[in-house]
């Protein structure tokens, strides 16, 4: 299990990474496409330099990376109430953690699922983006590998938390 765990943090690792990365895109797109704007608007349309699929490409890029930061986030930084736990004894407090982190697993593990079912009625019915014509059964796919990362790390860690062995990393808020 040790094997497994190490593999699905240098897997949550990465995809945090990438996650990152399509913020930084996003942020670039958005800048493009103001000032593509700007330029069309400045010219009198004269020079147009605007380009379809910009709001496509910009809500994708959020929802895979927020979708791809989510595993290496599970045990960082969960909002834990102080005002419930600051009396629980070692023990309580690493199973109400613990059970927490597995909940949020299991809710993984259903979106994995809604997205995989979600994948399989689009590769059939064809469906398109509306500007960008990408099929909707790849996005769907990579929201549910996503999605299934998620699910696996936060149960090995929800586990490993219950039966102590790993420590949440926990910000503790006033």
């Given at each position: 299990m040790n094997s497994l765990t190490r593999l699905t943090d240098r897997v949550?690792?990465?995809?945090y990474w990438l996650g990152g990365v399509l913020i930084v895109a996003m942020m670039l797109i958005v800048v493009a496409d103001v000032a593509a704007r700007g330029f069309f608007s400045l010219t009198d349309g004269q020079l147009d330099l605007t380009f379809v699929g910009g709001i496509e490409l910009v809500k994708f890029s959020l929802l895979f990376s927020?979708?791809?930061?989510?595993?290496h986030a599970v045990d960082k930084g969960q909002i834990v109430v102080d005002l419930f736990t600051q009396q629980m004894n070692a023990a309580r407090l690493?199973?109400?953690?613990?059970?927490?982190?597995?909940g949020f697993g299991l809710l993984?593990?259903?979106?994995?699922?809604?997205?995989?079912e979600a994948?399989?009625?689009?590769r059939q019915t064809g469906e398109l983006t509306q500007d960008l014509l990408l099929p909707m059964s790849a996005i769907y796919q990579i929201a549910s590998l996503a999605?299934?990362?998620?699910a696996l790390r936060a149960l090995l860690v929800g586990v490993n938390i219950v039966m102590g062995t790993?420590?949440?990393?926990?910000?503790?808020?006033?």
């Open positions: 949550a690792l990465l995809m927020m979708l791809l930061a989510f595993p690493r199973f109400f953690t613990g059970g927490y982190t597995l993984g593990a259903a979106w994995c699922w809604r997205f995989t994948a399989h009625s689009a999605l299934a990362v998620l790993h420590a949440p990393e926990q910000e503790h808020h006033s």
